[in-house]
């Protein structure tokens, strides 16, 4: 295809302003699925997409669309992923582009998400293109979102397209707007080949499927290629684009997106941002993009210590399909073999999580989640520290550094007070407000650890829902913070233990330990909970020991019930572990959390 | 084909009232459909005499519900039955449960020729407001009077109570175990309240003695009874056991008849869970067998005999590390004193299964 008759876009938008949906109606109204092979959001291909209702995963569809002019385009839709955990994957589809949609649902307005992937967007120097969604339902309002899009994004509106995911309306002038509007890729078709290596995913029959964008010349099937960062050459056995479905070709041109198949057989061996070039090529490289850095950390132990080599295969397994998620091995005296984990944000840690159990069938203790600090030491090193169990003594420390986020937080004003009081609870720095009509943009700079708990619960339940929230690191900063312990039984159960700004150290130990105090069950004797920062107790509670627990009554009915009920029960005890001899059930090491 | 004796258990499934705590299969029934209930058994006697012979019986135990509602003709012919399809020993403990409130001295005295020789009495307290709020039928003069017939009439009497209720303390068990003491007896069991779903009590959110205060309570029983603890909740003079219950508690066969009733028979080398009235026969293993005497056998004061069986499913690792709540004795393990409050706990870790 001409350079001049393709389109390279994605679709960004705030999570569930309808970006699945109307990829759907372009892909039908395109012609990329028969009606029948359309099932709901055909572009969320993994369950827990499909159930959670986001992507994550970005995806590709190439359409044939034919213009009113009667010419035939080529328009390449780039599906992003809609959560603040992915905002990086967001940016890789991005740079396969150069246009994109901003798409905003007319009866919520314009959301935290939106501004900060029209931001991305404008780094990445794409035309965008606002639209407006959802105009099917009474309580869309498609003035004032126009009004909030050049305000509050600085993009002019006034002729912005209005759609409806759902019904189609307007989708076929969105298409024409599509061509006309967004500008075709601008390669040099004639120099030595150079392609972007934007996304790679193991499938089992076909090998790693790597995902590229074509900058420059072009690639064929048989040709022996070069990945320029790694220097591994491998041969073309496979060339191709999606409809959604996999369709091979010979070759892919100058400006075109598709994908390559060349018997690699882990995304391991490709680096995400790499360019690729013929073998026998000298090229520079392309721009690419900064890897994906893990900003939350928490070990994965099994329950049961056979268990691990599951758990280890299982996270290879997934590993596979996602190069954000890493692990290593770790060995803790109290809970046995397990893997330390670093994810994009606490909803990857959850998705990883349930997918390990659901899927591996394990049973998992989660350790607190941490994120990275950097440890100035006395010496004059600096170490980098994720899993507070290798914390050194703090004498040797001579100061520590946390990372720091920029958020913005949108919502309508009268919940104003309540956030920026959870902001400020929360060690947060107000960097900027702004007022859109009755609606206020918060800008604050917050440290990471503090948000990554529960922040964006209590954002979502301080505004009943009405807010939204985005954020991204900017850097670390120095900090007052302290380890701490927590101690059953006088024993200090590691996985539960954590840093935190001295400043919270006791509010945050007291939660731990009241919310032990009901997730702990009684036993035989009285259990002290203890929260210590080094030798210095800061917080306690007790749980009451059971002295009698035998059932009143056992006669000839009730044996079958206590034989089976003590079947169950030993088979849950498998399920505890045990710290100064006492059980701590699985549940407690994960909702001890939600405080 | 080894025949063992089996115990019988016949549960009489009507009550006057349903009382407010209670969980047992019972319906509360003027006018019981006693025939129809006859035939039912009698058909069930017919079916066990046909499948397992004319087997020897030791014991035999009319629970409920109320059995003392059981008209004397009823009684009569299903006593009869069971002499003809089987052998009763001729030192057959036959026991039955009975309430205050529905049953004379005749119809006692009745009961006696028929061959009953120990009478349990549902008594609970001993005061009229607290039998009122338990949703009884009757007051603490009526309980008393019929104890001191079924005395006079030559039964082996035992009475049931019931401590751990709102607002009880201690002392007030104390003074109830005090009270029971003056009446004499050889035999009571001693029931600990539990507030079980389906039950008015379940509806009302009572304020429960807590843990530590029912462990105290529980203690106090022990030491101020005159009648020794054999069983977690039942007291009595050596000798005075009830061996129904004990032979159960022991892992001996035993057969349920009527609605719900619960068996364990053990026919050509295979034990079986039996549900009275064709509910349920299915066979088990030896060895799950063995945990429930375990179970069962755990709860008395004298244990359980370690077998070779027995043997391999007990932790000894765990015997050894807790003599303060487990010990062996005579190749018997039992609970200390201690042990026996949280058996629940202990048997999760002595059984392995
Ligand atoms: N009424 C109406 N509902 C829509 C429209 N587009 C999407 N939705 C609904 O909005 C919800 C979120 O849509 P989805 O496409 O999953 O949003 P995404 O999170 O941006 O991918 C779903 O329940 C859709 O059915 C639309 O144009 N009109
Ligand atoms: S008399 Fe006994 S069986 Fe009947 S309702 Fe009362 S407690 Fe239950
Ligand atoms: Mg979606």
Redesign the interface.
């Known amino acids: 295809m001409k350079q001049s008759h393709i389109r390279n876009f994605a679709i960004v938008a705030h999570i569930d302003h309808g970006k699945s949906t109307l990829s759907d109606r372009l892909i039908e109204f395109t012609g990329g699925l028969e009606s029948r092979e359309m099932k709901a959001q055909v572009l969320d291909s993994m369950d827990i997409e499909r159930e959670r209702g986001i992507t994550i995963k970005a995806q590709t569809v190439r359409l044939n669309y034919t213009a009113k002019n009667g010419e035939t385009y080529q328009l390449n839709l780039m599906d992003t992923p809609g959560h603040v955990d992915f905002t990086y994957e967001v940016s890789r589809s991005l740079a396969a582009c150069e246009g994109a949609l901003i798409l905003v649902d007319a009866t919520q307005g314009v959301q935290a998400q939106t501004l900060a992937n029209a931001y991305l967007a404008l780094d990445n120097n794409l035309e965008m293109l606002p639209v407006l969604n959802k105009i099917d339902l009474p309580s869309s309002d498609v003035t004032a979102a126009k009004e909030q899009i050049s305000d509050v994004i600085g993009l002019d509106a006034k002729d912005a397209l209005a759609v409806s995911g759902k019904t189609g309306q307007g989708v076929p002038e969105l298409l024409e707007e599509i061509v006309t509007k967004l500008p075709p890729p601008n390669g040099d078709a004639n120099a030595a080949t150079r392609a972007l290596l934007v996304d790679s995913w193991y499938d089992s029959y076909l090998g790693v499927v790597i995902l590229v964008r074509v900058v420059d010349g072009n690639l064929k099937r048989g040709q022996k290629i070069k990945f320029v960062a790694t220097g591994a050459e491998y041969f073309v056995d496979k060339i191709g684009y999606f409809t959604p479905k996999m369709v091979n070709t010979d070759e892919l041109n100058t400006g075109e997106v598709g994908f390559i198949i060349t018997g690699m057989k882990t995304i391991h061996d490709c680096k995400v941002g790499d360019t690729i070039t013929d073998a026998r090529s000298t090229v520079d490289r392309l721009a690419g993009f900064k890897p994906s850095v893990p900003v939350v950390f928490s070990s994965f132990f099994p329950v049961e210590a056979d268990d691990y080599p599951n758990l280890r295969d299982g996270a290879e397994k997934l590993a596979l399909n996602d190069a954000s998620f890493v692990f290593t091995t770790e060995k803790s005296s109290a809970l046995g073999f397990g893997l330390r984990c670093g994810f994009l944000g606490l909803l990857h840690m959850e998705i990883i999580s349930e997918r390990l159990s659901r899927e591996f069938n394990l049973s998992l203790i989660n350790t607190i989640p941490s994120v990275l600090y950097k440890l100035h030491l006395r010496s004059g090193e600096v170490i980098d520290l994720e899993n507070p169990a290798d914390m050194p003594d703090p004498t040797l420390i001579s100061f520590i550094e946390e990372p720091w986020v920029r958020a913005t937080i949108m919502m309508p004003d009268n919940y104003m007070g309540g956030i920026m009081a959870l902001c400020s609870e929360r060690r947060g720095i107000q960097e900027n407000i702004s007022y859109v009509g009755n609606r206020v943009v918060l800008v604050y700079q917050l440290p990471l650890a503090e948000i990554v708990f529960d922040f964006y619960d209590r954002v979502k339940s301080l505004s009943s829902g009405y807010a939204s929230f985005d954020y991204s690191v900017f850097g670390y900063q120095e900090s007052d913070l302290v380890k701490v312990s927590i101690l059953v039984n006088e024993e200090n159960v590691e996985p539960l233990s954590f840093l935190c700004h001295r400043s919270f150290s006791e509010k945050r130990g007291r939660q731990i330990v009241e919310k032990l105090k009901d997730l702990i069950p009684?036993h035989?004797f009285k259990i002290p909970i203890q929260a210590a920062i080094g030798g210095k107790i800061i917080a306690r509670e007790t749980i009451?020991?059971?002295?009698?627990?035998?059932?009143?009554?056992?006669?000839?009915?009730?044996?079958?019930r206590?034989?089976k009920l003590?079947?169950k029960?030993?088979e849950g005890?498998k399920r505890l572990r045990t710290f100064g001899n006492v059980e701590i059930p699985q549940t407690a090491f994960i909702n001890a959390l939600k405080v | 084909m080894l025949l063992l004796p089996h115990n019988l258990y016949f549960h009489i499934p009507f009550c006057a009232q349903k009382c407010n705590y209670c969980a047992f299969y019972s319906h509360a029934c003027k006018k019981p459909d006693w025939d129809k209930y006859l035939n039912e058994i009698l058909g069930e006697i017919e079916f066990w005499h046909k499948k397992i012979g004319q087997i020897e019986i030791p014991t035999i135990f009319f629970g409920g519900g109320t059995p003392s509602l059981m008209p004397e003709n009823i009684l009569e012919k299903i006593i009869s039955a069971i002499g003809e399809k089987f052998s009763i020993t001729p030192d057959c403990e036959i026991s039955l449960e009975s309430n205050p409130g529905t049953i004379d001295e005749n119809k006692l005295s009745d009961f006696k020729s028929m061959g009953i020789n120990r009478l349990s009495v549902g008594i609970q307290s001993l005061d009229d407001e607290t039998l009122k709020f338990l949703g009884r039928i009757h007051n603490a003069n009526q309980a008393i009077d019929l104890l001191n017939n079924a005395k006079k009439l030559g039964f082996n009497v035992s009475a049931d109570f019931m401590y751990g209720l709102p607002n009880q303390s201690v002392t007030d068990v104390k003074n109830f175990c005090k009270k029971i003491n003056e009446l004499g007896l050889n035999h009571c069991s001693m029931y600990e309240l539990s507030i079980e779903p389906n039950t008015p009590f379940y509806r009302m959110n009572l304020q429960m003695p807590d843990n530590e205060t029912m462990a105290q309570m529980y203690e106090s029983i022990d030491k101020t009874l005159d009648l020794p603890r054999y069983e977690v909740s039942n007291y009595a003079t050596p000798g005075f056991e009830c061996k129904h219950n004990q032979n159960i508690w022991d892992g001996e066969p035993y057969i349920g008849f009527g609605r719900g009733a619960a068996g364990r028979p053990f026919i050509n080398g295979t034990w079986y869970e039996q549900i009275g009235n064709n509910e349920k026969f299915e066979p088990i293993s030896a060895r799950e067998r063995d945990v429930e005497k375990i179970i069962t056998g755990m709860r008395t004061t004298r244990g359980v005999k370690i077998t070779d069986d027995i043997d391999k499913i007990l932790n000894a690792e765990f015997i050894k590390s807790n003599p303060d709540l487990l010990v062996i004795e005579n190749d018997r393990i039992k609970t200390t004193k201690k042990g026996l409050l949280i058996l629940d706990e202990i048997l999760l870790d002595l059984i392995e299964l």
């Open positions: 009684r035989q009451a020991a059971f002295r009698k627990d035998v059932t009143a009554k056992c006669y000839g009915g009730d044996i079958s206590k034989r003590l079947e029960q030993k005890k």
